[in-house]
């Protein structure tokens, strides 16, 4: 029941890079959270048939997410200058909001009212985001009714020409699988999202045996850190925003600091975390700093995606998606071969060693072949002029043009 929702999400991956490229992302996101939120409310009647009506309901489920992460990347580009982009990344984060509530929430609700309601709760919830989603949002600037003329002629004078031009261009699937910085992403991340399903998936588990925390307990710590993990994106992103602005490092610099950070700090406190045993308060303090050491990929290696290809945002991400979220049911199941007895803490240093190993492995792909050097077919005409930047990517370290109210442009004025 478990892996049939991640099964389906990574092969959705590349239909919704495909999608949303000539849907948008208003549609293709949409669409997907409603039918999410309403498998979420037949879950519980779907359980009293069968527990095949369930495996059915969470496929659906996970191939309908597994188109929101392409549509969410693709919108980047039209609405985000470049030296804005790490800070706007942050709010991709907003997931860590979710998953730090919903621990305790649903821990009090099946302690308190029964498991029923949980979906019940949580399927409500998406559909009544559903209605603000198609009030609000816009796939560009152009596009939104009620944006300020002002807002609109910041976005247009600090938004590549080339990015504004790109929507609906043709996706070339071969110059993407065949290149390097896209697989360095993907790889690097795969690490990522390994460890990070270490602390999400396998983490209650371990507090509950070993720890033997009650389901409450277990809740409430287990989403504690992932409150924390939004403000944590916030002040890194904030900070790459800083370090690229002030051109302290280079653009690609910046993105493999901060790849770094989210992966081999992590890597080195899980296992840590393995060697520590019953240490439950230091054990405790590891895990809180590791789960907040985890976001700085919105600084690093998530948002260098928009860099190197701003046209394509929503494909390559599809792309590089499907390679780390394998790592999303891949390590439940390494988890579940090592682990048979789930009271035996040294089949849980296990655990914790090798998702630390492949954490740290797959950054050194990314710091050889990392680059945030805009890639020559993220651009409609295949212009390669307009791509041969250093690795600042140009356009990404620019100064931005601040825009006064009510300010005039001449176009017969040659400064």
Request: with cysteine.
């Amino acid at each position: 029941i478990k892996s049939s929702f991640y099964w389906c999400y990574v092969l959705s991956q590349v239909v919704g890079g495909v999608a949303t490229q000539y849907f948008g992302t208003k549609s293709v996101f949409g669409w997907s959270q409603f039918i999410t939120a309403a498998c979420s409310l037949l879950i519980p009647h779907a359980a009293d048939m069968h527990y095949g009506a369930v495996i059915f309901l969470r496929s659906v489920q996970g191939f309908a997410s597994g188109l929101t992460w392409p549509a969410m990347y693709a919108i980047v580009g039209y609405w985000i200058p470049p030296v804005e982009r790490s800070r706007f990344m942050s709010s991709f984060q907003g997931f860590s909001i979710g998953i730090g509530l919903t621990y305790p929430l649903c821990g009090f609700i099946i302690a308190n009212v029964g498991w029923r309601q949980v979906f019940y709760t949580t399927g409500s919830i998406g559909m009544l985001w559903c209605v603000f989603w198609y009030l609000l949002a816009y796939n560009t600037p152009q596009e939104h009714p009620r944006i300020t003329p002002e807002e609109l002629e910041y976005i247009e004078l600090n938004v590549s020409e080339d990015i504004k031009n790109g929507q609906g261009m043709r996706v070339p699937w071969r110059r993407i699988f065949t290149s390097m910085p896209v697989w360095a992403i993907g790889l690097t991340t795969f690490g990522r999202i390994w460890v990070h399903y270490t602390f999400i998936m396998s983490g209650p588990e371990y507090m509950q045996k070993i720890f033997c925390f009650d389901i409450q307990q277990n809740g409430l710590l287990s989403g504690a850190p992932f409150l924390c993990s939004y403000l944590s994106s916030v002040l890194f992103c904030y900070i790459a925003d800083i370090l690229m602005d002030r051109k302290t490092l280079s653009l690609t610099n910046v993105r493999k600091l901060f790849t770094a950070l989210s992966q081999i700090v992590p890597g080195v406190l899980v296992l840590l975390v393995g060697y520590l045993g019953y240490q439950i308060v230091t054990v405790l303090i590891l895990w809180f700093v590791a789960v907040t050491f985890i976001t700085a990929s919105y600084a690093g290696a998530m948002a260098n995606i928009v860099d190197i290809a701003p046209n394509l945002a929503g494909p390559v991400l599809a792309f590089a998606q499907t390679i780390h979220m394998t790592a999303s049911f891949v390590q439940p199941l390494v988890t579940g071969f090592m682990v048979t007895d789930s009271q035996n803490i040294n089949q849980w240093l296990h655990v914790f060693g090798v998702s630390s190993v492949v954490a740290i492995s797959t950054y050194v792909i990314y710091q050889v072949f990392g680059t945030a050097e805009i890639q020559s077919w993220n651009y409609p005409d295949n212009d390669p002029e307009i791509s041969s930047s250093d690795d600042s990517a140009v356009i990404a370290n620019q100064p931005m043009i601040k825009v006064e109210p009510g300010l005039k442009f001449d176009d017969d004025d040659d400064d």
